[in-house]
């Protein structure tokens, strides 16, 4: 179900992709802009994913993932898998080469 997140086609996000988010929203452009930097701290908007694939940056927020699974397992998997699954807000979110496997991790588990 996640192959979207193996490939990616070299579309770009065009400036009438920003004002469809913002219209969907209800909010401004720059509103949608000021998200995308933030949420990705300003590396653009993509990177190279496994070598080859361009794809929208991303934060994986394990603590999202903490708040929103109501999974009974998720406090063994704080053990096991502290990068995916925690109860608070992490200060580092790691390597952007990262984010999309912990995403994937993350939705295998729920």
Not at 41 to 50: A, C, F, K, L
Not at 71 to 83: E, H, I, R, Y
Request: aromatic share 12%.
């Amino acid at each position: 179900m996640l192959d979207f997140l193996y490939f990616y086609n070299n579309d770009e996000i065009a400036e009438n992709d920003n004002e469809d988010a913002a219209n969907e929203l209800g909010c401004e452009v720059n509103a949608i802009k000021a998200v995308a930097i933030l949420e990705t701290e300003g590396p653009g908007s993509y990177y190279s994913h496994n070598k080859n694939d361009t794809v929208p940056a991303i934060l994986y927020e394990r603590h999202v993932f903490y708040r929103n699974t109501k999974n009974p397992k998720k406090s063994s998997w704080m053990l096991k898998s502290p990068s995916i699954v925690h109860k608070s807000q992490s200060d580092s979110y790691g390597l952007y080469s990262q984010q999309y496997e912990e995403l994937i991790k993350a939705y295998a588990l729920d």
